[in-house]
């Protein structure tokens, strides 16, 4: 039996009015909706110092979990509340709410529900270097890109969620990263800047914002598609418009004088943890948001002109591990949590217990990705991924087009052959959409579902022997996944071998990623545990890969 011991208690008025349940049915991992009527006082409905609603519950197994709610609507003498629940078990739950303000406690009256069972697989956790999982136990690697906004007010119109998503889902994309920022779900800004599709808002958060991640986490829903939502961007810390514009900045009303301060302070901080509640409460039931970036890009607004440090990097680690613990003990739902740098560690940032998986962005540089992630993972023995990279950081000009995509291709390949749960995601999204790049990941896709089905999450990388090409090879349970290159301008002929430490037999097949298709390969052999495949022959920036199978 659950036993909740407030520190004190509201007067004998009753402050709760009707608690509604909106669904018929419960589903296990879908939401459930709860509208609770108050009547209690208050002067900010967001600032949970002021005011709070928690729905406290009991799970099936006797599990005690507490779900932040939300305010959607009202005053003082009859406000709106919102739960949004999402159901990890299956079973009878027992629950009721309770209000504290300032400090003092009321509860509701103990209700019931019961949770059925459903299809979906839960919420993604780590699991080990190589994959997330699920609830339910099913494996899961990241395959997508950046959609970090939708088109600003000076961009083709065209490229919105309703666009760019499906498009991605069509094509075997499971995951994307996405912001919130001035112009993109701007939660916490007054003032936008440059969009079109928000209005300005002396609200505590923008209704637009809202509005748009409501119908995000059910475009996704709908989609089956994972994202990363990250929560701001390092311009919001920089010096000028940004910061003159940000709602943490004192002059708007907020909290800090400068952005250390927003690090600094507990004003700010306190702040901070209103903004993280809030969406946890509205949209944390969402199985669909796969992680929490806490920053794009935190080491720009530390690092000035030749890498002075505007910003302590203690200050910066100091806010990460309250922030990460803070969201990780409000969080009935266990996301996971992250935040990324450009090209410049912040001292500490990396050890953090509570960052799940860490992360660097890599531009015109595609080629150091596979030699990422074994010294990351060695020195600090977590998940590490690339979460942008691209040809250039600049602009995404179409003369460089062919280059380009020579570039998206690989990179996706060399994060296939690595140590990562997410594949490293390109960055200009609409340049890519008008190449017609994004049904490449079909042939991704492909790859990596053969791999986890054939090693059940089993990954063993392996030493490839070749003259000139970039090889990479997978062993994933019996069967061997090997990704060749020609990196260079010049036709390249080469053997191809690597041991396979046993005489078994094989069968062998070829797989072109540019058209998919497969071809079977018989004349190749195995000799004193070498497997030797025929000799190979390579057009410049040309790519191919073979998959070994143990018979």
Excluded at 271 to 291: C, D, E, F, Q
Excluded at 389 to 409: C, L, Q, S, T
């Amino acid at each position: 039996m659950l036993t909740v011991i407030p520190v004190s208690f509201l007067s004998a008025q009753n402050y709760f009015g009707n608690i509604n349940l909106l669904n018929k049915k419960i589903v296990q991992y879908e939401k459930a909706e709860w509208d609770i009527q108050l009547k209690t006082f208050f002067i900010n409905p967001y600032d949970q110092k002021d005011v709070m609603l928690d729905m406290v519950l009991t799970s099936p197994s006797g599990k005690p979990v507490v779900l932040p709610c939300y305010f959607e609507s009202g005053h003082s003498d009859s406000s709106l509340w919102k739960a949004r629940f999402s159901a990890r078990e299956t079973g009878k739950y027992k629950y009721f709410f309770r209000l504290n303000k300032s400090g003092k406690t009321q509860e509701s009256v103990v209700a019931y529900f019961t949770v059925v069972s459903g299809a979906k697989s839960g919420f993604l956790h780590k699991n080990d270097l190589y994959t997330f999982k699920f609830d339910d136990g099913k494996l899961f690697r990241g395959i997508g890109e950046n959609v970090a906004w939708e088109s600003r007010s000076f961009e083709n119109p065209k490229w919105t969620y309703d666009y760019l998503l499906p498009t991605l889902a069509r094509n075997g994309a499971n995951f994307f990263r996405t912001w919130m920022c001035s112009w993109n779900m701007p939660l916490e800004w007054n003032k936008v800047s440059p969009t079109k599709r928000y209005q300005n808002s002396n609200q505590y958060f923008n209704p637009g914002a809202i509005k748009r991640m409501d119908e995000l986490v059910a475009l996704t829903d709908s989609l089956g598609l994972y994202f990363m939502l990250t929560l701001d961007w390092h311009g919001h810390l920089t010096l000028g418009n940004n910061w003159n514009n940000s709602a943490y900045n004192i002059k708007n009303g907020g909290t800090a004088s400068t952005p250390t301060e927003f690090f600094s302070l507990p004003a700010s901080i306190e702040r901070y943890k209103n903004k993280l509640r809030y969406i946890v409460a509205r949209w944390g039931y969402s199985t669909n948001i796969a992680a929490f970036e806490f920053f794009n890009e935190i080491d720009n607004a530390a690092f000035g002109v030749k890498d002075t440090i505007l910003i302590p990097h203690s200050v910066i680690t100091h806010w990460h591990r309250e922030m990460s613990r803070y969201l990780k003990e409000m969080d009935p739902y266990e996301h996971l949590v992250t935040t990324s740098v450009s090209h410049r560690d912040i001292e500490g940032m990396n050890s953090i217990a509570m960052i799940d998986f860490n992360q660097k962005h890599i531009y015109k540089h595609t080629e150091h990705i596979p030699a990422i992630y074994p010294d990351y993972i060695q020195t600090y023995g977590k998940p590490y991924v690339v979460g942008e990279f691209g040809y250039r950081w600049e602009d995404a000009n179409p003369k460089y087009a062919v280059e380009a995509n020579w570039d998206y291709k690989r990179g996706l390949w060399y994060g296939m052959f690595s140590t990562t749960p997410i594949l490293p995601m390109s960055w200009w999204w609409e340049f890519f959409d008008d190449q017609n790049m994004t049904p490449y990941f079909k042939s991704v896709r492909e790859i990596n579902d053969a791999m986890l089905k054939a090693g059940n999450g089993s990954f063993e990388p392996f030493s490839v022997s070749t003259k000139m090409l970039h090889a990479q090879g997978m062993k994933c349970g019996t069967t061997y996944f090997l990704y060749l290159l020609n990196e260079s301008d010049s036709a390249i002929t080469t053997p191809v071998s690597f041991s396979t430490n046993t005489n078994r037999k094989y069968t062998v097949q070829s797989f072109n990623p540019d058209n998919r298709e497969y071809k079977s390969v018989t004349t190749f052999s195995v000799h004193n545990k070498d497997m030797i495949l025929p000799t190979v022959s390579l057009s410049p920036k040309k790519e191919m890969l073979f998959i070994i199978s143990a018979q």
